[in-house]
């Protein structure tokens, strides 16, 4: 009895240490404990723990293994192999260690959270949301989880799902305002304009002083079309837009899609937080090409270029080549196209899932005049994601060009009911 006593004195006095983030000191009293008692599972367990935080995972695993000769049926230490094997970047072998943890009981939510980060970065996303209502069925009134599983449904695209977690989030706690978010945003990705709108006015009246409401307000008028109500009240409630990029945007998309590109260009222009913006110079390349102004749009593009780890890297080279045919510049524009195609091809073959490489090289072979190519890829695209209206107007242009009338119709169509404000990429 005296020496179990010592043991837990051993482990505690290292977990205060450990809690201060003493990690030499508390190591010293870990190490102690499992040489005054080697079938002590705590020791082992704080002793792994340890040294995960002072990066030594060798040692952490040898801990955990002891631990593991102890006690086999324990899901505690399958789970902090599990917990390992992620810190290593071995996710199959920690997905194997959380299945063996969640079959001996073992319940803890980070388990069913990383497995479902697992199995939606898999792309299995029926997976992933089973691991969310594992982790509902035995937190049931967690918002939190609520909150997550939503936001997962809606970065997926299963908006209808969505829906019906967020109404679970607003049942659970109406007064949250989280919860009546997400269920707009889902009516708004649904097109269920008329509904949000509903929606969106009662979020005026139990959250009067909330901005975000104010924001979304905004941006349902810019998809309904009420651009000049949608800029009278970004200007009344955001007289500083310019200072947050969000409100930026939003507002330089309004002042774009009102023709007012020249007030656009001046905001910007007035911002030096703006004019660094990767976004935001996206959009002034949209802005100067919309005015003809093919130059300056250009220099935009090499601007956006300057950052090889930018995101738009890889598309402004797209649109570089598309300045420079606007400019005259044929036989460079050209060349510019087929060299893309390559670069894109090889994006393409080190991350599949840049879908958007597809796209722009689409757009190559249509200005290179190879319309069956192009009409493969945006077909391909379609398959992919049959969800996006600019995918369904960029086949729309490609079967106009093959004189596909019928094929043309139907997807200027389908573009219209997906998204009314969608614009063509630029071709």
């Not at 656009?264 to 222009?269: L, T, W």
């Amino acid at each position: 009895m005296h020496k179990m006593e010592d043991v837990r004195e051993l482990v505690e006095q290292g977990r205060i240490l450990y809690s201060t983030d003493k990690y030499e000191e508390a190591l010293t009293y870990f190490l102690r404990a499992v040489e005054v008692d080697p079938y002590y599972e705590e020791a082992y367990e704080q002793l792994g723990i340890c040294y995960i935080m002072m990066d030594r995972y060798d040692d952490a695993r040898e801990a955990f293994n002891k631990w593991l000769m102890i006690s086999d049926n324990n899901g505690s230490v399958y789970f902090h192999l599990g917990n390992l094997a992620l810190l290593q970047g071995n996710s199959d072998e920690s997905k194997a260690m959380y299945s063996k943890a969640e079959i001996l009981g073992f319940n803890d939510p980070v388990m069913f959270l990383n497995l479902a980060v697992f199995y939606e970065e898999a792309g299995d996303y029926d997976g992933a949301i089973a691991q969310y209502d594992k982790l509902l069925r035995r937190n049931p009134y967690s918002y939190d989880f609520m909150e997550k599983k939503t936001q997962f449904l809606i970065r997926v695209g299963r908006y209808a799902q969505a829906y019906n977690s967020s109404m679970k989030m607003i049942q659970t706690d109406i007064d949250r305002f989280e919860g009546h978010h997400y269920l707009y945003v889902s009516l708004i990705m649904q097109g269920k304009y008329e509904k949000a709108e509903e929606h969106i006015n009662e979020l005026e009246a139990r959250f009067p002083d909330n901005k975000t409401v104010i924001f979304d307000k905004i941006r349902l008028m810019d998809l309904l079309g009420r651009n000049n109500e949608a800029l009278e009240l970004m200007n009344k409630e955001f007289p500083n837009a310019q200072e947050s990029e969000q409100l930026a945007l939003l507002k330089l998309g309004l002042l774009l899609r009102m023709g007012k590109s020249d007030e656009a260009i001046s905001m910007v222009e007035s911002s030096e937080k703006l004019k660094n913006d990767e976004d935001v110079l996206t959009l002034m390349f949209s802005l100067y090409f919309a005015k003809g102004d093919y130059e300056k749009a250009k220099s935009y593009c090499l601007k956006i270029m300057e950052n090889e780890n930018s995101i738009q890297y890889e598309p402004a080279k797209y649109f570089l080549a598309l300045s420079e045919d606007k400019m005259g510049n044929k036989d460079k524009a050209r060349e510019m196209y087929r060299n893309n195609i390559e670069d894109y091809k090889a994006v393409l073959r080190n991350n599949h899932s840049r879908v958007d490489m597809y796209m722009y090289r689409c757009l190559c072979e249509y200005q290179l005049n190879d319309y069956e190519q192009a009409r493969s890829d945006i077909e391909f695209l379609l398959a992919v994601s049959p969800d996006n209206a600019e995918f369904y107007l960029t086949a729309a242009v490609i079967y106009r060009a093959l004189n596909m009338t019928d094929e043309e119709t139907d997807c200027l169509n389908k573009a219209r009911s997906l998204d009314p404000n969608a614009v063509t990429p630029l071709i």
